[in-house]
């Protein structure tokens, strides 16, 4: 069975940097796809990045240019870089995967089957 654990999330002042892990076990083949997601409190789970079947990323245009999503697939991580931090990225963050999918799967975190606890970040102004 698959299991995400996230880490690396924190508090950090605005225009900061967190780099978070998702540490995947289990089985995850090379046409799964996989991304980050948050959620905020009083607010729905939307997408962040993903990395979908072809290895097309994909990312929300709120962070745009400032967040990178990576995967080391021999070490089974998943990575989300957040550079230029703002406060409106606040939110508890969750890695997810699911089999094959387009990056369209960004737009619909209901459709993923596998889910991580969740990090926060945090970001004050």
């Known amino acids: 069975q698959v299991q995400l654990v996230e880490s690396g999330g924190g508090s950090v002042q605005a225009g900061e940097s967190l780099r978070l892990s998702c540490a995947v076990s289990?089985?995850?083949?090379?046409?799964?796809?996989m991304g980050w997601f948050r959620q905020a409190p009083g607010k729905e789970r939307e997408g962040v990045a993903i990395i979908d079947t072809y290895r097309t990323t994909r990312y929300a245009d709120s962070v745009k240019g400032r967040f990178t999503v990576s995967q080391d697939t021999a070490a089974n991580v998943l990575y989300l870089q957040m550079d230029s931090l703002k406060p409106e990225d606040t939110a508890m963050y969750y890695c997810?995967?699911?089999?094959?999918?387009?990056?369209?799967?960004?737009?619909?975190?209901?459709?993923?089957?596998?889910w991580g606890r969740g990090t926060q970040v945090t970001v004050s102004s």
């Open positions: 997810a995967a699911t089999r094959w999918a387009t990056a369209t799967a960004i737009r619909t975190p209901s459709i993923f089957p596998y």
């Open positions: 289990g089985s995850i083949a090379s046409t799964d796809c």
